[in-house]
Every structure is written in C-alpha cells, then in structure tokens.
C-alpha cells in the first residue's frame, strides 16, 4: 500500500478522490465483524501494514482461514522468506480474538465474476504518467484465497483476447484515479472485478511496483522513453 504500506489510510485518500475500494468494516467485537459474513461474501482481516499476501484471515461461513501460523494456541508469523500456507481455524474464536486486538484492516471480500475458468483473479495495472501501458492478471484457485505470487498465483500477461473493451476501460479508469489521488507518475494499482455490475474496486497500491517480465513488457525502457 501506499503511505508507508498503511492500508487504512489508503483506503480514505482514495475513497475521498472518489475511487471504488473494498468497503472497510467498522467493528468493535468480533461478533460485530461475523454478523458481515453472508453466504455470498466473506470479511478479511488483514494486518494493516503488511505486504506480499501475508498475515491475511479470511471468514466465510462455516470456514476460517489464515496464514499466520498457531503455535501454543496463539497466532505468530512465519520466516520473511517462508511460505505462508492458509489453514483451517474455523471456530476458533479465542484466534480471531486475539487477531483483532492488534492493528488490522476489516474488509468485506470482493467476490469476482467467472471470465478465468473459474479461477479467482485480480489486475495489475501499471500507470505511467496518467497512461496504462501494460496490465496483466494474477489468477489462482479459490481455495488459495489470494492470487499473489508468493502464494502460488500465476499471471497472464496480454489477457485482452478474454476482456471485453468495456471492462478493459474501466479498469484502467480506476487505476488512473487511484494514481491520481497519490499524485503519482507512476504506480502499480491492484483492481478486482467485483461480479455485481463488473465494479472495478482497488484492492492494492504499489508506490515502488515490481516490474513486469522483460520478455512481456519492458517498463525500465518505456520509462526512459517517455
């Protein structure tokens, strides 16, 4: 995220430059943020400054995962380079308990319409200069929960052959305003498709985005070029 990786405070600039978002959940128990699960979207509990998919919980009915770890009946993180595997810790209250005493960001999911073989998915919007040279898509299986790399996502680079112009437009509006609202020249804007209307919402913002492969779009060079 944005602002020293604050996921809150990115979510209020954008909201106030009229950018869709996930909707953030306002709680003061956990019952509170249980009572927003419904059979069509879960919540998120997501730790409020972290980075690469970790430290993420999810709630659905009947099924709560995360990828923190549980050691002696409470949550701890894994290694900076360990892989951070979702478990199943459904029920577990005295977790999530503990989970929502440290400082973390509620979100209710954002569930996306089926256009990748069912795959869950998201964009990675690259915006230079209020211009999108170059997106791609992060898919990866429902039961992964997220479709970062580091856990197990996979990208499609040049996905427009499965894009309608439409959706392709509106995405890259979003991810425009988002870097406008940041006054930045260049950003990297994480978009998911929510399946009611096909909204794009901003999930993420990279101020220092990873480059994409060379071999699909070289980003140093069209930099210098531009």
């Known amino acids: 995220a944005a602002l020293d990786r604050d996921k809150i405070k990115t979510i209020e600039i954008l909201n106030s430059g009229g950018v869709s978002t996930s909707e953030m959940i306002s709680y003061k128990t956990l019952q509170d943020i249980q009572d927003h699960v419904t059979p069509e979207r879960g919540v998120f509990i997501k730790c409020r400054y972290g980075a690469e998919g970790k430290g993420i919980t999810l709630i659905k009915p009947k099924c709560w995962l995360t990828n923190y770890k549980v050691e002696n009946g409470r949550l701890a993180n894994y290694g900076v380079y360990d892989r951070w595997n979702f478990i199943d810790i459904t029920e577990k209250k005295e977790l999530l308990e503990q989970l929502i005493e440290q400082e973390v960001i509620v979100e209710q999911e954002v569930v996306s319409p089926n256009l990748f073989e069912g795959k869950k998915f998201d964009f990675r919007i690259y915006v230079v200069n209020d211009t ?15 479709t970062n790399w580091s856990q197990g996502g996979k990208v499609i680079h040049n ?29 990297g804007v994480d978009v998911m498709l929510d399946h009611v209307d096909n909204i794009p919402r901003v999930i993420e913002l990279q101020s220092f985005t990873g480059f994409p492969d060379i071999r699909r779009f070289n ?3 069209y930099l210098v070029e531009s």
């Open 132 to 146: 999108v040279p170059h997106f791609f898509v992060r898919i990866n299986n429902f039961e992964n929960v997220i």
């Open 159 to 187: 996905p427009k052959n499965k894009l309608a112009e439409n959706v392709i437009e509106s995405i890259s509006g979003e991810a425009k305003k988002a870097a406008m609202a940041f006054h930045s020249k260049l950003m």
């Open 219 to 221: 980003l140093a060079k």
